[in-house]
Every structure is written in C-alpha cells, then in structure tokens.
C-alpha cells in the first residue's frame, strides 16, 4: 500500500490548526468572562474620574487651547470604546449590554472611596508645593493615575491569556483598550502641570504609590466586582431567564483577577 506522503503532512497540519483554532477559542471565551467586567469597571473608574476633572477645569477657567483639545478628545475616543462594548454585547443579545453597564456602574462606585484617598494623596502633595487650583490639578492628575491602570491591566491580562495559546487573542479585546484615551488625558496632564506642577514629584510619593497599589489589589481580589455582577443581575430579571445555570454560576462568583 502506498502512502501519499505530502498528503499526510497536510492533514496533520489541518487537524493541528483546527485543535489551536478550537483551544484559542476557547481561551478567548474565558478571558472575556472576567475581561468586559473588570477591564469594564476599570475603564469606567477612569472616565469618570477625567469627566469630574473636565468639569472642574470649565470651572476654574483651565479648559482652553491645548488642554481643551485633548480633554475633548479623551472624551470623544471613550464614546468610541463604548460603542465598541455595546457591539460586542449586541452580538450575545439578550439586552447584556444593560447587564454590563449596571455591573461596571457599580464596582466603579464600589472603588470610590479607595480612589477619593487617592485623589487627596495627590492633592495633598500639589499643596506642598503651594500650587493654584490643586483640587483640579489633583483630579486630573487621578484621571492619569486611573487610565494607566487601566491600560496596564489590559495588557497584563492578554499576556496572561496569550500564553494558554499561539494565536493571537489581543485583537479580540483591543476595543477594550482606551489607548487613545490615554494618549489624550497624559498630554492633558502635561499641558496643564507644565509650568505651574514643575517642582511636583507624584511619582515617589509614598503616599499616591499607595493609592494606586490599593487599587490594584482590590482588583486582584475581585470580590466587590462579583457582588456588583450580582446587585447588576437581581436589576436585570429578565435577563436571568436567558442565563442557563453555569452561566449564572459564572456571572456571581467567578470573575477571576488579573
């Protein structure tokens, strides 16, 4: 019996590419079981820390040329991300998008006390240094502080993820990634700290490190984000009768850390 030899070859190839496609999948599916919720909440913490600084600075006169750009700017790319959540959701159907919203809502909220010692950690430090206007200053410097541990998350948890895989699973979660936000509130940041904020050092203080270190180990923890899935689905009855019963499972208790 003679055996095509090239033939083989090929169908091993296939059936590996098909068993990777399958696996990858898979990951994909339990990465984005805990990314939307935590990468979510993440984001929202954010955006309204940047929106409470944006109001502050129309207050104090601060929202003009450069600074104005990129607040506004900030502002337009995060509607950006949420379309692009809202399309991801609108996909699984069942009003999820709902669901999502009311769970991040709340483990944002749930994260403000942590972030309000945060934000004095920085106000207090700007004060130091006898600077005008520290309390705006200080929100949007939060507003930093917040969109980079949001991005840094999303990284650390597709790299994660990558490594249960050889496909690439990044471009599946890329909408969740606020770069642009970032790019945007930094430069914000930078235009209004640059002459008055020139003596400031948030970087070694203790104090803000701290801040930012209680934050991420609330995330590592995860506990408040599976209460906020659970307060979010007692809201949203009419989604409970779409989920079957490991979904339900899965949406309490098991949103896992970075």
């Keep these: 019996m003679k055996i095509n030899t090239q033939q083989s070859v090929e169908a091993l190839r296939m059936g590996i590419a098909i068993a990777e496609h399958e696996k990858a999948d898979a990951v994909i599916e339990k990465m984005a079981q805990s990314f939307w919720p935590m990468i979510g909440t993440a984001n929202q913490a954010a955006y309204m820390a940047i929106d409470d600084a944006v109001e502050k600075m129309r207050e104090c006169g601060m929202m003009r040329q450069q600074a104005k750009v990129h607040a506004q700017q900030a502002l337009k790319h995060y509607q950006a ?35 309000m010692r945060m934000y004095f950690a920085i106000k207090n430090v700007i004060d130091r240094a006898g600077v005008r206007d520290s309390d705006t200053l200080a929100q949007i410097q939060t507003g930093v502080a917040l969109i980079t541990t949001a991005t840094m998350m999303f990284d650390t948890m597709v790299e ?87 979904e339900r499972e899965e949406m309490n208790l098991n949103i896992e850390s970075v």
């Design 81 to 115: 991300y949420e379309k692009a959540a809202y399309d991801h959701y609108h996909q699984i159907g069942d009003d999820r998008y709902g669901l999502w919203q009311d769970l991040v809502g709340r483990a944002a909220l749930k994260l403000q006390p942590d972030i």
């Design 160 to 246: 994660q993820f990558q490594r249960l895989t050889t496909m690439p699973i990044r471009r599946h979660f890329i909408g969740g990634r606020l770069t642009a936000v970032e790019s945007h509130w930094k430069m914000v940041g930078e235009v209004t700290g640059r002459q008055v904020m020139k003596d400031v050092n948030l970087r070694d203080d203790p104090a803000c490190q701290m801040g930012i270190k209680v934050l991420l180990n609330r995330y590592a923890d995860a506990t408040f984000l599976n209460e906020s899935a659970g307060e979010a689905i007692r809201i949203n009855p009419a989604i409970w009768h779409h989920l079957d019963e490991k």
